[in-house]
């Protein structure tokens, strides 16, 4: 190669050279540095979690749970479960963690048929199947996980475990104690209820937590309900 063209393409290596000092075909960035605002403002919400979880449960209770959409009609819930379980379980319900139990929020009309110490026994038109409102003291976490409260809002387990007491203890007292003397055989009946299904088995009767009752032909027994009754589940 002559000494000329040694030359240039020297000249040229050292003007690429700097080109690409100048002007970078990559830039090399920490991980978090396309964190947007908005994210940054989503992650301490996570973190910090309600500062009240009464609170936090008074706007749940007084907002999603009373619209249109609180619940699964139950016949829709029982024909999905007869057709494919799995493809049941998915779409309507709410599964607690990897591998765990399945909660649903259902919605539906029945007659009273029998009425026990802590439960009260449900027929539902067009199915041959029926419901069991649990009226007993509530200890589990069937409502909020039903309703779809999620630990990855809260700060620590504490404030989430708080949350589904007071969720518990205004279904006993808003719901439960204020309708039980109302539900009596033959009483037609609008629930909206939280129920923990495992399997077909658990379908017949349904046992569920209700968290809106309305008792037809008593316009006093209307606990849990607001003016707009609510009629299907939140996704």
């Known amino acids: 190669m002559s000494r000329s063209r040694l030359i240039t393409c020297g000249s040229l290596l050292i003007v690429g050279g700097i080109a690409c000092w100048f002007f970078p075909l990559f830039h090399i960035r920490p ?8 994210s940054e ?11 009240d979880p009464a609170a936090y449960v008074r ?6 749970l009373r619209t249109g959409d609180a ?10 479960f007869d057709a494919d379980t799995t493809g049941a379980r998915s779409q309507y319900g709410r599964q607690a963690g990897l591998g765990g139990a399945w909660y649903f929020c259902i919605r539906g009309q029945g007659t009273v048929e029998t009425v026990e110490k802590d439960r009260v026994v449900l027929t539902v038109t067009d199915s041959p199947r029926r419901i069991c409102l649990e009226l007993g003291v509530v200890v589990d ?8 409260v999620k630990a990855s809002d809260f700060a620590n387990s504490q404030d989430f475990n708080a949350v589904s007491s007071e969720l518990n203890r205004r279904a006993e007292q808003e719901v439960i104690a204020a ?24 379908i017949d009767p349904l046992c569920m937590i209700p968290i809106q009752l309305q008792t037809r032909g008593n316009e006093d027994a209307k606990a849990g309900f607001g003016k707009d009754t609510a009629t299907r589940a939140t996704p």
């Open 31 to 38: 991980l978090d540095g396309g964190r947007t605002e908005a």
């Open 41 to 51: 403002r989503a992650a301490t919400l996570r973190q910090s979690g309600p500062a």
């Open 59 to 64: 706007e749940f209770w007084d907002g999603p």
């Open 71 to 80: 619940g699964t009609d139950v016949v829709q819930l029982w024909n999905a």
């Open 141 to 148: 976490n069937t409502v909020r996980e039903a309703i779809g």
């Open 179 to 202: 309708n039980r003397a109302f539900l009596k055989e033959g009483v037609v009946v609008d629930f909206v209820g939280c129920a923990k299904i495992s399997g077909k088995s658990d």
